[in-house]
């Protein structure tokens, strides 16, 4: 999404908060809690961890205004800071799931029941959690591969097989065409 | 002669984003195939974007402002504690003072320090944490709120105080008149045109 908050009532915004105004800081969190919970979903497993990454952003924000250069956008910084949160889950967790390559492409594995047809919600939600977080940093944020490979601690090329790889799965399980 | 293959789904994504090689421009402009995926990469990223957003089931507003209320607090303690080394350091000063004779500035130094504390207590006794601020009052308690911590910084030095005795006082001085600006801009609400 692009910032719905003029910059200068950011700035304005920001300055209250960082006196110690909490309506000010309110008023952030109402601008910004859709977006960031949207993007916690996009990258996490399930709606309690994107709550929890909600509640984390939201808590840095209030330590770290001072760190917001303020000729930036305000949700630039903001949704670097949900993207961390989130992305630090997988390495608390040691979650090891990129799949082989080769029986990935190959088709659905042994007992996988695929549907002929998924629409793109099911779809995404069936990647795996890091090849999600992969595509939607990418296609959705705007985000760089050298940008997500910092996020993540991985290399470029790392990122780049990534985003190739999920979207070979989406058009294998979505079909010719796309449903929204 | 052309090579015989079709771009790679890397080559392809790269080629949508605008960063294509040379190769896989030619080649998709002459091939339908790789034109269709092509067409078809930007249809899915295009779809992505369309997807709603997420509403979080619970407000949590009413549990972060609460943690956030306390860490406010906490760090208000540890500023307090850092006041209290550099009231430290510079009655440490006082006695190094004394023992080497009468300094004129100890006069000038004890009122810096009385007028400070002074006016900390009004400061707080207006629980600045409590109050709301218009946006360009908010601006100017933050900039005050800077200056403080970079005086508070200076009294915690004790090196730059061996080197320069006589800047201790006009430390003090500073904040206390950075505390008093502070309690006009809390108690006014006025429009701050600078110290």
């Known amino acids: 999404m692009t910032d719905t ?4 009532e950011a700035k304005s915004l920001v300055a209250r908060a960082r006196a110690g105004d909490f309506a000010a800081l309110e008023r952030l969190y109402r601008t910004y809690e859709r977006p960031v919970y949207t993007l916690a979903r996009r990258l996490t497993k399930s709606a309690e961890d994107a709550e929890d990454v909600l509640q984390e952003t939201f808590l840095e924000v209030c330590r770290s205004l001072r760190q917001w250069r303020a000729e930036g956008s305000l949700w630039g910084w903001i949704r670097t800071i ?3 949160k989130a992305l630090m889950r997988y390495r608390r967790e040691k979650l090891r799931e990129w799949e082989p390559l080769e029986e990935e492409l190959g088709g659905a594995g042994v007992g996988e029941d695929v549907p002929l047809r998924m629409d793109l919600e099911a779809a995404l939600a069936r990647l795996p959690e890091r090849s999600r977080a ?3 940093l990418h296609d959705v944020e705007g985000y760089t591969h050298e940008e997500i490979a910092e996020l993540m601690g991985m290399t470029t090329s790392f990122s780049k097989s990534q985003l190739a790889r999920a979207h070979e799965r989406l058009r294998r399980w979505l079909g010719a065409g796309v449903e929204a | 002669m052309s ?3 079709h771009g790679t789904g890397e080559e392809l994504l790269a080629l949508r984003d605008g960063e294509g090689s040379a190769w896989v421009r030619e080649h998709v402009s002459a091939c339908a195939v790789c034109a269709a995926e092509l067409e078809r990469l930007e249809q ?7 997807l709603p957003v997420f509403a979080p089931p619970r407000d949590r507003w009413p549990v972060i402002e609460q943690a956030a209320r306390q860490e406010r607090r906490r760090r208000r303690v540890s500023w307090s ?4 080394a550099a009231a430290a350091v510079v009655v440490l000063g006082f006695v190094v003072l004394r023992h080497s004779g009468p300094a004129p500035q100890d006069t000038a130094l004890s009122q810096a320090m009385a007028e400070s504390a002074a006016m900390e207590q009004v400061f707080r006794s207006l629980q600045p944490d409590e109050r709301a601020l218009t946006g360009k009052t908010a ?3 933050v900039d005050l709120e800077d200056r403080l911590a970079q005086v508070d910084a200076a009294l915690n030095d004790p090196a730059a105080q061996r080197a ?4 201790v006082a006009e430390l003090w001085k500073q904040r206390a008149g950075l505390l008093s600006a502070l309690v006009d801009v809390h108690e006014t609400r006025a429009t701050y045109a600078g110290l």
């Not at chain 1, 908050?5 to 200068?8: E, G, Y």
């Open chain 1, 5 to 8: 908050l003029p910059l200068a």
């Open chain 1, 82 to 84: 949900a993207a961390s």
């Open chain 1, 134 to 136: 992969v595509v939607w």
């Open chain 2, 3 to 5: 090579e015989q293959r």
């Open chain 2, 44 to 50: 899915v990223r295009s779809q992505l974007r369309a």
């Open chain 2, 81 to 84: 504690a850092g006041l209290v």
């Open chain 2, 139 to 141: 601006g100017v308690v």
């Open chain 2, 164 to 167: 320069d005795p006589g800047r």
